[in-house]
């Protein structure tokens, strides 16, 4: 099946550095990637839909200037922790949907353990 | 707005025991409705899924039937083997859009 693949799996930053986790389809071309943040024992939260080639669209109450999003390329989308705090610290995880629009071909990466010092 | 709520974890079983996991939901419109697994290191794969009120999803031997009228998705496996430990999200989707709501997740524990 399809795979998507999330790197770094885990990241420990210094508060006040900026991280980047990449998300990237692995045999399929994604149109559509989304961001989503899982704090302990809570649901996946969306923080972000991103478009090959356009703005990414966030949720509300996400911090567009702190959360950047770049999907440069139809197997790749890239989120920025910008200048991180220990309150970032989280699990981030994106998901890839490859073309035709439904919604149950969605897969879902790894997962990246980000903890902010 | 739309939510989520299934039952909390961890859930402890025996092997070939009998397995259900709660899900409801709220939602305006006619949301589709999935359940997720997640085993351990690996990322999120769809288990079944139903697109309207009274479908039934199934995949594994795991069956959850789409209740509008209880608005319940309840997932259900009749004899659980140790490789079913894993965590189970409820989930949907009010469009076609793919911006999932998911429930908090729940943990399978199965033992020999």
């Known amino acids: 099946g399809a795979v998507v693949s999330q790197h770094p799996s885990r990241v420990i930053c210094k508060s006040g550095t900026s991280v980047k986790i990449e998300c990237r389809s692995l045999d399929f071309q994604a149109t559509t990637m989304f961001w989503y943040r899982q704090f302990p024992k809570q649901s996946l939260m969306l923080m972000a839909t991103?478009?090959?080639?356009?703005?990414?669209?966030?949720e509300q109450g996400v911090e567009k200037d702190k959360f950047l999003i770049n999907h440069a390329s139809l197997t790749l989308s890239t989120l920025t922790v910008t200048s991180a705090h220990p309150e970032d610290s989280s699990f981030y995880i994106c998901?890839?949907?490859?073309?035709?629009?439904?919604?149950?071909?969605?897969?879902f990466g790894p997962g990246t353990r980000l903890t902010v010092l | 707005g739309d939510s989520v709520t299934q039952m909390e974890g961890p859930v402890t079983l025996s092997e070939e025991a009998f397995l259900t996991i709660n899900c409801t939901y709220t939602?305006?419109?006619?949301?589709?409705l999935f359940w997720y697994v997640q085993y351990p290191g690996e990322g999120l794969q769809l288990l079944l899924k139903?697109?309207?009120?009274?479908d039934k999803g199934s995949n594994k031997g795991f069956e959850a039937t789409y209740r509008k009228e209880t608005t319940s998705f309840h997932l259900e496996k009749g004899s659980v083997q140790v490789s079913d430990s894993a965590v189970y999200f409820c989930?949907?989707?009010?469009?076609?859009?793919?911006?999932?709501?998911f429930g908090a997740g729940t943990q399978v524990v199965v033992t020999p």
């Open positions: 998901s890839a949907r490859g073309g035709g629009g439904r919604t149950d071909t969605q897969y």
């Open positions: 139903a697109t309207k009120a009274d």
């Open positions: 991103s478009n090959e080639g356009s703005k990414a669209t966030y």
């Open positions: 989930a949907l989707t009010p469009d076609s859009w793919g911006k999932f709501q």
């Open positions: 939602a305006t419109g006619y949301p589709s």
